[in-house]
């Protein structure tokens, strides 16, 4: 049984073929066998390679010391700013909608609670989910279902939670000093629809600006269900590709949008061609038909 | 102009340039925070998360075949999202501390799996070079950028040629211990 030194010596004279011929096979044959000196032989080969690469430890050092430097968390600027002193009334208000309708429901023990049933959610050919979640995710955004007449039971809650990532992004000036800006001017706000037929159908709208021409089909919109995964594993629902046009300095895009969607909460991410990180984002809830 | 100032930004990853990487780190971290904080990451996450980005495309602009197809912060920000979608899929993996339960299986094309997982061993050995003392760090590095003993005892102020390379395959020693500890090994071991 050799020592840590020892074998750390022979390793390195094995990875640098300066081993003799009987100490080669003698190596050979313990290395077939020991698994652990195999871990070991490749643990040092990759020291070896690591420590030659002068350039990359340059480069882990200069990262190491950027890194140290204090950063500031940026906020985001709202584009279309909040009435001042309003803003405290509108979740106030929702609370009390809904322990009125918990204390009604409490009043009404003759009336059946309905089950969530996630079959009950109408089929259509875009499924915002990959599979409906057993356990509600966590989020310090709570899910608003949109009032109907309709059982309860038809709407699953967790298509109408708050995507993660981008909903605090909404209505905000996302990327700025990039190569293209755009924003959205139609929806300027977020949008509430119901579909007929089972189809939504909608105008999209806004401007862009870059430092350089742009190519006319250079920004793209995405369309995202709620779920954080879809955005992340970059799963749109669908591509519509923009065209802009140029008016003086400035550029426009319109696309009309007609899809068929399950209720739920979705989201209009504009991008670059060829980009994920989203320029712009704005959210649609639909509701059941009617 | 902006094609110009993509490929200023992979020359200055590759020559390791303080002062372009200070400012690709200045305009990606607000985009990197909206992204990871949302899901649970913190300011240190997102400083891991640069860094590995970072070498990630230093590794891929050694591959002769490299072309930067889309504009740098694209790019960079695809990285960086397929790198937390992955760190979150293997923190969900795991005991229940995320409660998101949808996968986080990112779609990514060609060497993606290679370079992620060598990136994650550079880190590891970085992280386990830089616990060495000063001396060990600068004696390793100079036996393996090929200098001579000569230059390296000089250099070292060392007085033999055996004492050197005893204090070489210490901190040799020391460093693969270290390496072998650090969580991030063990998981890739497994």
Redesign the interface.
């Known amino acids: 049984m050799m020592n840590k030194q020892q074998d750390i010596e022979l390793i390195e004279q094995y990875l640098d073929n300066q081993l003799n011929e009987p100490d080669l096979m003698a190596f050979q044959s313990r290395l077939a066998t020991d698994a652990e000196l195999r871990a070991l032989v490749d643990l040092q080969r990759q020291v070896q390679a690591e420590l030659a690469n002068a350039a990359q430890i340059k480069l882990l050092n200069t990262l190491h010391d950027i890194v140290q430097s204090p950063f500031e968390v940026p906020t985001l600027q709202k584009e279309t700013p909040t009435k001042p002193g309003l803003g405290w009334w509108i979740p106030g208000v929702s609370i009390l909608i809904v322990v009125a309708y918990l204390f009604y429901s409490a009043l009404q023990p003759a009336v059946q609670q309905p089950q969530l049933q996630p079959e009950a959610v109408p089929k259509t050919d875009a499924q915002p989910a990959e599979q409906v979640p057993t356990q509600t995710p966590k989020s310090e955004i709570p899910a608003q279902v949109p009032k109907t007449t309709e059982p309860i039971a038809a709407l699953n809650p967790a298509d109408f939670q708050p995507n993660r990532i981008l909903d605090p992004l909404v209505g905000s000036q996302v990327r700025g000093g990039g190569a293209i800006e755009a924003s959205f001017t139609q929806p300027a706000k977020s949008l509430n629809l119901t579909p007929q037929n089972g189809r939504i159908s909608f105008l999209v709208k806004g401007n862009a600006s870059a430092d350089d021409k742009p190519e006319k089909d250079a920004l793209q919109l995405l369309l995202f269900s709620n779920r954080d995964a879809d955005f992340l594993n970059n799963k749109p629902i669908q591509k519509f590709p923009l065209s802009l046009l140029s008016i003086g300095n400035a550029y426009r895009f319109s696309k009309t949008i007609d899809q068929n969607l399950k209720p739920g909460l979705y989201y209009l991410v504009l991008v670059e061609k060829n980009s994920i990180e989203p320029l712009a984002v704005q959210k649609i809830t639909v509701n059941l038909s009617k | 102009?902006?094609e110009l100032r993509d490929q200023h930004y992979i020359e200055a990853?590759?020559?390791?340039d303080?002062v372009v990487?200070?400012t690709i780190?200045?305009?990606m971290?607000?985009?990197l925070?909206?992204?990871i904080k949302?899901?649970g990451g913190s300011?240190d996450d997102a400083?891991d998360l640069?860094?590995d980005a970072?070498?990630l495309i230093?590794k891929k602009i050694q591959q002769p075949d490299f072309t930067l197809?889309?504009?740098f912060?694209?790019y960079f920000?695809?990285i960086c999202?397929n790198l937390?979608?992955n760190h979150?899929k293997k923190k969900s993996s795991g005991h229940v501390t995320f409660?998101?339960?949808?996968?986080?299986?990112?779609?990514t094309d060609g060497d993606w799996h290679e370079l992620e997982e060598q990136t994650t061993?550079?880190r590891i050995?970085?992280r386990a070079?830089?616990q060495l003392g000063q001396d060990c760090q600068q004696l390793?590095?100079l036996?393996?950028?090929?200098k001579t003993m000569e230059e390296i005892m000089q250099e070292m102020q060392l007085g033999s040629y055996d004492y050197a390379r005893r204090r070489k395959?210490?901190c040799?020693?020391k460093?693969?211990?270290l390496?072998?500890n650090d969580p991030a090994y063990q998981e890739l071991?497994r």
């Open positions: 102009m902006a990853i590759k020559i390791g303080r990487l200070e780190y200045q305009t971290m607000p985009s925070l909206r992204l949302p899901t300011i400083k640069f860094q970072i070498v230093f197809t889309s504009a912060s694209s920000y695809g999202r937390w979608a979150l409660g998101e339960d949808t996968k986080y299986n990112f779609v061993r550079t050995f970085y070079f830089r390793l590095q036996f393996f950028q090929q395959y210490l040799k020693g460093l693969t211990e390496m072998k071991s």
